[in-house]
């Protein structure tokens, strides 16, 4: 029987007995171990006594060289790309505004471009970006929505916490009036005697 390092490829002996009286197959593996190998559960796994020190296994590897890679340069508008936008904004832009749901975000994801193009687009031929009166409509109302919501569920919380210390007060209260009927009981008692 025979084991291999795996990092080196030194290899050992285990001097298979034919005949009557076999060793079992774990007396390999002491064998082996006594002359300072590690066996692993696979051949991947068994390290010769010089390299049986995790330290010394690591420096057996050699370091890929990595090549950094360079970004590609971000693509320019192109006539094609302005003519595209261009035409969206002619579409979807009022006279000083964009008209209802449209924005420059939406307007660049509409035509899966950058949302710079589209606002220096806009800037060069329609103007600014003039505000939709209904999404800034919606804005606004999402935002004081939120903070209601807010404040509200702090309230929920603060009331459930109340509620929670007004349970365990009540809880000490009962124990303790328990503890008092007791007592006026065994007074009674005693008074009529």
Same mark, same amino acid.
């Given at each position: 029987?025979?084991?291999?390092?795996?990092?080196?490829?030194? *290899?050992?002996?285990?001097?298979? /007995? +034919?005949?009557?009286?076999?060793?079992?197959?774990?007396?390999?593996?002491?064998?082996?171990?006594?002359?300072?190998? *590690?066996?692993? $559960?696979?051949?991947?796994?068994?390290?010769?006594?010089?390299?049986? $020190?995790?330290?010394?296994?690591?420096?057996?590897?050699?370091?890929? %060289? +990595?090549?950094?890679?360079?970004?590609?340069?971000?693509?320019?508008? $192109?006539?094609? %790309?302005?003519?595209?936008?261009? %035409?969206?904004? %002619?579409?979807?832009?009022?006279?000083?505004?964009?008209?209802?749901?449209?924005?420059? =975000?939406?307007?660049?994801?509409?035509?899966?471009?950058?949302?710079?193009? *589209?606002? /220096?687009?806009?800037?060069?031929?329609?103007?600014?970006?003039?505000?939709?009166?209904?999404?800034?409509?919606?804005?606004?109302?999402?935002? /004081?929505?939120?903070?209601?919501?807010?404040?509200?569920?702090?309230?929920? +919380?603060? =009331?459930?916490?109340? =509620? =929670?210390?007004?349970?365990?007060? /009540?809880?000490?209260?009962?124990?303790?009036?328990?503890?008092?009927?007791?007592?006026?009981?065994? *007074?009674?008692?005693?008074? $009529?005697?």
């Amino acid at each position: 029987m025979r084991i291999t390092c795996a990092c080196c490829g030194a *290899v050992a002996y285990f001097p298979h /007995q +034919t005949g009557v009286n076999r060793k079992p197959p774990i007396a390999a593996t002491q064998h082996f171990q006594n002359k300072g190998w *590690v066996v692993g $559960s696979n051949p991947r796994k068994d390290f010769c006594p010089v390299h049986a $020190s995790p330290a010394k296994r690591k420096g057996q590897k050699a370091m890929a %060289d +990595t090549v950094a890679t360079i970004a590609d340069k971000p693509r320019e508008m $192109s006539r094609e %790309d302005r003519r595209i936008i261009n %035409d969206k904004l %002619d579409e979807v832009y009022a006279k000083d505004a964009y008209k209802s749901p449209w924005t420059d =975000a939406a307007v660049a994801k509409d035509l899966g471009v950058p949302r710079d193009w *589209v606002a /220096q687009v806009r800037e060069q031929f329609f103007g600014p970006a003039g505000s939709n009166p209904l999404y800034d409509e919606f804005l606004k109302e999402t935002a /004081q929505m939120e903070v209601a919501f807010r404040t509200c569920e702090e309230a929920t +919380t603060r =009331a459930e916490k109340a =509620a =929670a210390e007004q349970r365990r007060a /009540q809880g000490d209260l009962c124990k303790a009036m328990d503890s008092y009927r007791a007592l006026a009981r065994k *007074v009674e008692r005693e008074i $009529s005697r």
